[in-house]
C-alpha cells in the first residue's frame, strides 16, 4: 500500500516561511497528481494545493495562492510545500495525500505535520 509521510512543520513567526516534504513510498510521485491538505482547529480538513501528474503544473486556493510553492523531487519521491508570508490563519496540521479527480486518492492518511503560525 501506498505511503506518504509528512515532515518538516514546526513553530514560526508571522511571516515566517516553512518548507514541508511529502516522502512517499509505493507510489511515484512523478507519475501521481499530489495534493497538500491542511486541518484548521476546529475544521474539517481542505485541499490547499496540487500539483499535477507528469508535469509541474501546480494548483492553489485562493488564500495561499503566491505564498505556497509546491515543487516535486523525482529522485527523492518527494513532494515539497514551501510556504512564505505564513500567517496566524496558517496554522493547522498538514497532509499529503494523491490526487485524483480533485480529490484524495488514499483513504488513509498519514499523521501529518503541525505547522504553527503564531508570535
Known amino acids: 500500500q501506498a505511503q506518504l509521510v509528512e515532515i518538516g512543520g514546526g513553530l514560526v513567526q508571522p511571516g515566517g516561511s516553512l518548507i514541508l516534504a511529502c516522502e512517499a513510498s509505493?507510489?511515484?510521485?512523478?507519475?501521481?497528481?499530489v495534493g497538500w491538505f491542511r486541518q484548521a482547529p476546529g475544521k474539517e480538513r481542505e485541499g490547499i494545493a496540487c500539483?499535477?501528474?507528469?508535469?509541474?503544473?501546480?494548483y492553489s486556493i485562493s488564500s495561499v495562492e503566491g505564498r505556497f510553492i509546491m515543487s516535486r523531487y523525482n529522485a527523492k519521491n518527494t513532494v515539497y510545500l514551501q510556504m512564505n508570508s505564513l500567517q496566524p490563519e496558517d496554522t493547522g496540521v498538514y497532509f499529503c495525500?494523491?490526487?485524483?479527480?480533485?480529490?484524495?486518492?488514499?483513504?488513509?492518511w498519514g499523521q501529518g505535520t503541525q505547522v504553527t503560525v503564531s508570535t
Open positions: 495525500n494523491a490526487v485524483k479527480g480533485g480529490l484524495p486518492l488514499y483513504k488513509s
Open positions: 509505493r507510489v511515484a510521485v512523478d507519475v501521481a497528481a
Open positions: 500539483i499535477s501528474s507528469l508535469s509541474d503544473h501546480t
